[in-house]
Each structure stands twice: as C-alpha cells, then as structure tokens.
C-alpha cells in the first residue's frame, strides 16, 4: 500500500518543480541590452536643437490623446518621453488635429510628429522612422446593416474619414467612387455614421473601438469585412532631417529591444483574458456520464465498422457506390484505390484542368504525378505516404498542376483514407481538389509590396536589410569586402519644385532603371528614401573595382533625361563604406558611414563620391585621387588589393 503513495509524491514533486522551473523562466539571467549609443555628431545637433518640439493629435486614442483633465497621453506619448530619457535630450509636446500636426512639421514649427502612417506620396514630404506599431484599419457601420462587407460595396457610399488620414489616398488609389465626408478625428467620424450622415466609417481599429468603448456605443456600431489595409504607424520628421531621425530610431530599436514597446502595447491595448480552468471535482459525475456514453458510442460505432467490412467485402458493389458519390458532387474529386493505383476523377476535376472527364479516364496514380509540377511533387508524396501510414490523420498539400493550355494553376489538395482492412491496411483514399491561384497571386503581390519601393520596383529599406546582412555574414565567411554606396540626387528638388512631382517621379523611375543596368545581378539597389538610393556591391576583393563601378554610377546619373521633350538633368553625391570580413561590424553602422560619406561629398562640390576613413572617423574625398589611393584610405581591411 505505500508504493503508490510515494509515487504520487515523488509525481507532485516533479510537477512542483516543473511549475517552478516554468514561473522562474522569465527572470533568467540574461545580458540587458546596451543603451542607447548616440554618436558625437547626433549629440552635437541635440545640444544646438535642445528642446526637441514634437507634435501630437489632440484626439487619436489611445496612441496619443489630451484627456479631460488636459493632459497629454497615449503609448506614442510615453514612448517618446522614454526615449528622451534614455538618449539624454529634453522634449516640448504640442498637440493639433491630424492635418494641422502635419502642415506644423512641414513648415519646420515643430520638429517631429509622433504618430503618421507610412505612404508614398507622404514620404516625399516627410523622413519616417521604423514602424513602431502595425495598426489595421477597417469598416464600421451601424449594427442594422447588411451591405456593406467587402472593399466594392463601397462605391457610391458617403464614408467619414478623418481629415488627411491615409484611408482617403487608399480608396483613391483603388478606384473607388465616393462621397467623402471628412471630419476632425476619429470620434467625429464615428458619431457621423452613428447619426445616419455617413454610410461607414473607415478607421484605425484600435481607435475607433476606444471611441466605441469609452463612449458605450459598443452596441450601434459593428466592424465588417477584412481588414483594408495595415498601416505602418511610425514617427515623421521633415524630408532631410538625417540626423533627428536616426537619434528617434536609436530610440524605437532600443524600446523594442529592452521590451519598453511591447509594455506599452500591454497596457494601453491590453490582452485577452485567459478561460478559468474547470474545477473537476465540480464536473466529475458529468464526466463520468460523458464516459459511460463514449464507452457506448465506441461500442456502436465498433459493431457499426464490422458491419461496413462486411459489406464492402464485394469490390463491385464499392465501385458502384463510389461512382455514385463522384458523379453527384459539384466538387473536384477524386478516389484513389491504394491496391490498384487507379484513381477516380468526376468531371468537375477534369474541367479546372481543361479537359473533358472522358479525355482523361482512367487515370492512375503515375498518369496524376505527370500533372504535378516537380518541385513540389516531393512534399506531396510524402504527405500521401504518412498519411497512409496512419502518422498524420489527413493528408493535404499545395501543389501546382499542369492546365491543358500549358499554365500552372495552384490547387488546394486535401483526403484522407476512408476504408482501411481489419489489420489497418488503408483500402480507398478520397480527397477534393480547390483552384487557390487567385489566392498565391494575392499572396506574390503582398510579398513585392513588402519587399519593393511601388515607383521604381528596386528593393526597399527592408529588402536592403536583409540583403546587407546576408552580404556582411557572408564575407565573415569568405573573407570578401562589402561596399555599400550612399547616393543623394543633386538637383532633383529643383526639378520638383520647377516642374511637379510627376515629372520628378519620372526622373526617379530613369535613374532607378540606369543603376540597374550599370549595376550585376547579384548586387543590390533599393530605393530608401524620396531621392536617395543604397547599393551594395557583392564579391568584391579589391577596393579598387568597386570604385571603378561608383564612377560609372556617377556617369550614367548625369546623362541627360528627356521627358515629353524637356531635357532635365541631375547629378549624385555618393558615400562609400566598405569592409572586409576580418571587421566586426554591423549593418547599421555600414550604412551610417556611408550616409555621412554622401554628405561630405555634398560639402566637397556634388557630382562626385567620397570614401569614409573609418581610421579617423571621417570620410575623405575620392573624386580627384585614384583608386589605388583611394583604397589605401579605406578604414578598412580588404580582402586583397
């Protein structure tokens, strides 16, 4: 009698400690994150703009908001005093509606904007820091409605949206005609809709249901649809405020590292609450009726499987019944027989792949391969193969099939095993096939929209990243350099300012295509701001050649353009940092090296290039000496020169 007490004990000590082990997780040891480390030119221009002004919108909760009492809060409020703090510089707040805040930093009456969804006409104006907070935005219509829940159904309709907010530029861009409502914020545009002046109301969601909340009027207004749109809540400065904005993404970095961003999400957004768990002592007997009737069920249903063995022991019979089940589906189906390879396809399945059922049957096992692409053939064979094998209850995969016109369409393709022998032997397999390749082509479309600028189509700012990591641990690896080039337009605002941003897009989108023709393939050029490009030149072994490509750079730029017959022209000042993987450096710091680079060359007279000297911590004009030379400057190590 005492053994299973002590292995109940011995149990609730492992489990004591486990629970232990799991509570204490959390306050490991680790490294705490360095703080932040701004440079002696950041700290300079802090001292000389002391006190940062920044600008937030009078009601925008619960990122930013003047409460009753008159005192500014939200998560970007606290977020940017935390900042302030932790880098050592001393803030002014003042608050506007959301298109004054705008116009104030513009006309440089404030310094930074705390809250502003990224876009491409705004990133014309305006320099964005990283994103601080992804925010969906979404519709709201009275709770009465029924025919509004999809992007299309608001043609014609009369939508509130807050004044200058982005949902204007997107329903724009996306054809959309409408009466548009325009209000001062959020809680304006969702009292409109509740009074019966607009139809929707389009809107941050984590806003408008504070509004609803704080206001409970939770029970007039309902969201509908998907999501429109994820906008990229992040901080703005003037267009060229460099240095400003690489202090506040010191900043954001640093309160995402230490955990401080997550914590102001949990507090301001929340989290939901976890289920009680059930008291069992409390539910015993219902658990034990709950067993008793499985225990019958199980019963049944055993008598009920010896049944159909029985009957599904004559093989017409099945096929009967199962052509039965093909031909009265109006789905894509299909039957495989294990033991024979013979697979039945009804006629749904023949057409999405352009054929008549009679072309096709009958169709084996090998005759159904054929029309799988063959990367994908592998994961498809080996999912029917575990399922087979009773490792996984079902089987289903995405696979590109082969359309009778020559295209490949992706199909959705689920079964499972419906008939297995006595000793566990799968019998007939049965699944159905779904066209998703209106769904990959949404998917592709949101990757280029991640990964690539909309005007030029180089990579973008976060393409860029990923690719400069990937090349500086690379040449860890192999010992090769990394150059990376900073390059800033000269001339190009004048050709904004005399001629209007649609010719000035039309010169980004020439230069965008001249660097990509100069540049190899397996180098990198993305567009990172209004008139500013990156490049990185991989595999290089000698400074030298990679500054021979630079001047080609600097030829190609300043050709002239001709646009409906107007010949404009630019040049560009480019920064050049380079690095061998015998350097322990980071990505960052490439890229500030570079970009003070640029600048100098600016200072030295435009047109040319400047290398950064890493030794002294300033960059040194390359236009006037040559390669050789210039490679000896480098404050670097290359691989071989």
Same mark, same amino acid.
């Given at each position: 009698?005492?053994?299973p007490r002590w292995t109940l004990r011995l149990a609730g000590a492992i489990v004591?400690?486990?629970?232990?082990?799991?509570?204490?997780?959390?306050?490991?040891?680790?490294?705490?994150?360095?703080?932040?480390?701004?440079?002696?030119?950041?700290?300079?221009?802090?001292?000389?703009?002391?006190?940062?002004?920044?600008?937030?919108?009078?009601?925008?909760?619960?990122?930013?908001?003047?409460?009753?009492?008159?005192?500014?809060?939200?998560?970007?409020?606290?977020?940017?005093?935390?900042?302030?703090?932790?880098?050592?510089?001393?803030?002014?707040?003042?608050?506007?509606?959301?298109?004054?805040?705008?116009?104030?930093?513009?006309?440089?009456?404030?310094?930074?904007?705390?809250?502003?969804?990224?876009?491409?006409?705004?990133?014309?104006?305006?320099?964005?820091?990283?994103?601080?907070?992804?925010?969906?935005?979404?519709?709201?219509?009275?709770?009465?409605?029924?025919?509004?829940?999809?992007?299309?159904?608001?043609?014609?309709?009369?939508?509130?949206?807050?004044?200058?907010?982005?949902?204007?530029q997107f329903l724009r861009a996306a054809g959309i005609a409408f009466e548009h409502?325009?209000?001062?914020?959020?809680?304006?545009?969702?009292?409109?809709?509740?009074?019966?002046?607009?139809?929707?109301?389009?809107?941050?969601?984590?806003?408008?249901?504070?509004?609803?909340?704080?206001?409970?009027?939770?029970?007039?207004?309902?969201?509908?649809?998907?999501?429109?749109?994820?906008?990229?809540?992040?901080?703005?400065?003037?267009?060229?405020?460099?240095?400003?904005?690489?202090?506040?993404?010191?900043?954001?970095?640093?309160?995402?590292?230490?955990?401080?961003? +997550?914590?102001?999400? =949990? /507090?301001?957004?929340? %989290? *939901?609450?976890?289920? &009680?768990?059930?008291?069992?002592? #409390?539910? !015993?007997?219902?658990?034990?009726?709950?067993?008793?009737?499985?225990?019958?069920?199980?019963?049944?249903?055993?008598?009920?499987? +010896?049944?159909?063995? =029985? /009957?599904?022991?004559? %093989? *017409?019979?099945?096929? &009967?019944?199962?052509?039965?089940? #093909?031909? !009265?589906?109006?789905?894509?189906?299909?039957?495989?027989?294990?033991?024979?390879?013979?697979?039945?396809?009804?006629?749904?399945? +023949?057409?999405?792949?352009?054929?008549?059922?009679?072309?096709?049957?009958?169709? &084996?096992?090998?005759?159904?391969?054929?029309?799988?692409?063959?990367?994908?053939?592998?994961?498809?064979?080996?999912?029917?193969?575990?399922?087979?094998?009773?490792?996984?209850?079902?089987?289903?995969?995405?696979?590109?099939?082969?359309?009778?016109?020559?295209?490949?369409?992706?199909?959705?393709?689920?079964?499972?095993?419906?008939?297995?022998?006595?000793?566990?032997?799968?019998?007939?397999?049965?699944?159905?096939?779904?066209?998703?390749?209106?769904?990959?082509?949404?998917?592709?479309?949101?990757?280029?929209?991640?990964?690539?600028?909309?005007?030029?189509?180089?990579?973008?700012?976060?393409?860029?990243?990923?690719?400069?990591?990937?090349?500086?641990?690379?040449?860890?690896?192999?010992?090769?350099?990394?150059?990376?080039?900073?390059?800033?337009?000269?001339?190009?605002?004048?050709?904004?300012?005399?001629?209007?941003?649609?010719?000035g897009d039309r010169v980004l989108m020439v230069i965008a295509q001249r660097l990509?023709?100069?540049?190899?393939?397996?180098?990198?050029?993305?567009?990172?701001?209004?008139?500013?490009?990156?490049?990185?030149?991989?595999?290089?072994?000698?400074?030298?050649?990679?500054?021979?490509?630079?001047?080609?750079?600097?030829?190609?730029?300043?050709?002239?353009?001709?646009?409906?017959?107007?010949?404009?022209?630019?040049?560009?000042?480019?920064?050049?940092?380079?690095?061998?993987?015998?350097?322990?450096?980071?990505?960052?710091?490439?890229?500030?090296?570079?970009?003070?680079?640029?600048?100098?060359?600016?200072?030295?007279?435009?047109?040319?290039?400047?290398?950064?000297?890493?030794?002294?911590?300033?960059?040194?004009?390359?236009?006037?000496?040559?390669?050789?030379?210039?490679?000896?400057?480098?404050?670097?190590?290359?691989?071989?020169?």
């Amino acid at each position: 009698m005492q053994a299973p007490r002590w292995t109940l004990r011995l149990a609730g000590a492992i489990v004591l400690l486990v629970l232990g082990a799991v509570m204490l997780w959390p306050y490991r040891s680790e490294d705490s994150p360095s703080p932040i480390l701004l440079t002696p030119t950041e700290r300079a221009w802090l001292a000389r703009h002391e006190p940062i002004r920044f600008i937030s919108q009078s009601s925008y909760p619960p990122f930013e908001f003047v409460d009753a009492g008159g005192e500014r809060r939200g998560m970007m409020i606290e977020l940017v005093r935390w900042i302030a703090t932790e880098a050592g510089f001393h803030v002014e707040f003042a608050d506007a509606e959301f298109q004054v805040a705008q116009n104030v930093v513009r006309e440089g009456k404030a310094d930074v904007l705390t809250s502003l969804f990224f876009s491409e006409p705004r990133d014309r104006d305006f320099d964005f820091t990283a994103t601080v907070y992804d925010v969906p935005a979404s519709m709201f219509v009275r709770k009465t409605r029924t025919d509004l829940s999809a992007l299309p159904d608001l043609a014609g309709k009369r939508i509130a949206i807050q004044r200058g907010d982005f949902a204007e530029q997107f329903l724009r861009a996306a054809g959309i005609a409408f009466e548009h409502l325009p209000t001062a914020n959020f809680a304006e545009a969702t009292q409109a809709v509740i009074d019966g002046e607009a139809d929707v109301l389009i809107g941050d969601e984590q806003i408008i249901f504070h509004h609803l909340f704080s206001a409970q009027h939770d029970d007039r207004l309902k969201l509908v649809g998907d999501p429109l749109y994820i906008g990229r809540n992040a901080m703005a400065v003037r267009e060229g405020e460099h240095v400003l904005l690489g202090v506040i993404d010191k900043g954001i970095e640093h309160a995402r590292a230490t955990g401080t961003l +997550a914590r102001l999400e =949990r /507090k301001w957004l929340g %989290l *939901e609450l976890q289920p &009680r768990k059930p008291d069992w002592r #409390i539910y !015993g007997p219902y658990a034990l009726g709950a067993l008793l009737v499985l225990f019958a069920v199980v019963v049944w249903n055993l008598r009920l499987e +010896a049944l159909v063995r =029985r /009957k599904t022991a004559d %093989l *017409e019979a099945k096929e &009967r019944r199962l052509q039965e089940i #093909i031909e !009265g589906t109006r789905a894509a189906t299909w039957v495989f027989d294990v033991a024979t390879g013979a697979i039945e396809i009804n006629e749904h399945w +023949a057409e999405m792949l352009g054929y008549r059922v009679e072309e096709l049957r009958p169709i &084996r096992f090998e005759t159904f391969r054929g029309f799988v692409h063959p990367d994908d053939w592998a994961h498809t064979q080996d999912r029917i193969d575990r399922h087979l094998a009773g490792e996984i209850d079902h089987y289903a995969s995405e696979l590109r099939m082969r359309h009778r016109d020559g295209r490949w369409i992706w199909m959705l393709d689920r079964g499972r095993v419906t008939l297995r022998t006595e000793d566990g032997r799968p019998v007939v397999m049965a699944g159905i096939h779904i066209d998703i390749s209106a769904s990959k082509a949404h998917e592709d479309e949101l990757q280029r929209m991640a990964y690539f600028d909309g005007l030029t189509g180089l990579a973008n700012r976060a393409l860029l990243e990923d690719r400069l990591m990937q090349a500086i641990a690379r040449a860890r690896r192999s010992g090769e350099l990394v150059v990376l080039g900073y390059i800033d337009l000269d001339g190009f605002k004048q050709i904004n300012d005399r001629h209007g941003h649609g010719y000035g897009d039309r010169v980004l989108m020439v230069i965008a295509q001249r660097l990509a023709q100069t540049l190899r393939e397996e180098d990198t050029v993305a567009r990172v701001g209004g008139d500013e490009f990156v490049f990185i030149l991989r595999e290089e072994d000698k400074i030298e050649a990679a500054l021979q490509v630079v001047e080609r750079l600097l030829g190609r730029i300043a050709e002239p353009i001709v646009l409906d017959a107007l010949e404009l022209q630019v040049s560009a000042s480019i920064g050049i940092s380079a690095c061998s993987g015998a350097e322990d450096i980071e990505a960052a710091q490439l890229v500030r090296q570079a970009d003070d680079a640029m600048y100098q060359a600016k200072l030295s007279g435009k047109n040319r290039y400047h290398l950064f000297d890493r030794a002294r911590n300033r960059p040194q004009p390359g236009e006037a000496a040559s390669a050789t030379q210039a490679g000896r400057r480098a404050g670097c190590t290359p691989a071989s020169t």
